[in-house]
């Protein structure tokens, strides 16, 4: 009779789970976006994308968020633009230091690199785009 043979290691199916965090601070990006207003959302309609949960005035405003969820999330998953660019960190922006660039929402980290981006806004405009195709391309 032969030895048995061993059980091989075993390796989790999936990375553990990470709590998404609060998008926008629970304001709801739809009314933002087409009403620029903030406007907080309800639990009740909320959904998760690129590891953001987003909140939603209504069940309507979050079908209209998944029917196209780039237009209505923020720029970088809210991270901060300059910061990313310049130093290849992925840093919390803050709604504080937002703005509305082609009808997008893009959040800085503090005043200093929305400074520096509204000094040369194209650059890292450029270095977003990137970043945003190459994980497009990386999701298919």
């Known amino acids: ?11 989790p199916a999936t990375a553990p789970a990470t709590e998404p965090t609060l998008g926008l601070d629970g304001f709801c990006p739809v009314s933002l976006i087409r ?42 998953s809210g991270y901060d633009p300059v910061i990313f660019a310049e130093q290849n960190r992925l840093v919390e922006g803050k709604r504080e230091h937002g703005a509305f660039v082609d009808d997008r929402i893009i959040l ?4 200093v690199t ?23 391309s990386v999701r298919r």
């Open 1 to 11: 009779q032969s030895p048995p043979v061993p059980n091989p290691p075993t390796v």
């Open 35 to 76: 009403d620029k207003v903030w406007l907080e959302g309800d639990r009740a309609y909320g959904c998760v994308h690129r590891g953001r949960v987003y909140l939603f005035c209504s069940a309507e405003d979050r079908d209209e968020f998944m029917a196209n969820t780039d237009a209505f999330a923020p720029v970088l």
């Open 108 to 111: 800085f980290a503090d005043e």
């Open 114 to 136: 929305f400074a520096k981006f509204r000094e040369n806004s194209a650059t890292y405009v450029q270095a977003v785009k990137q970043a945003m195709a190459a994980t497009d």
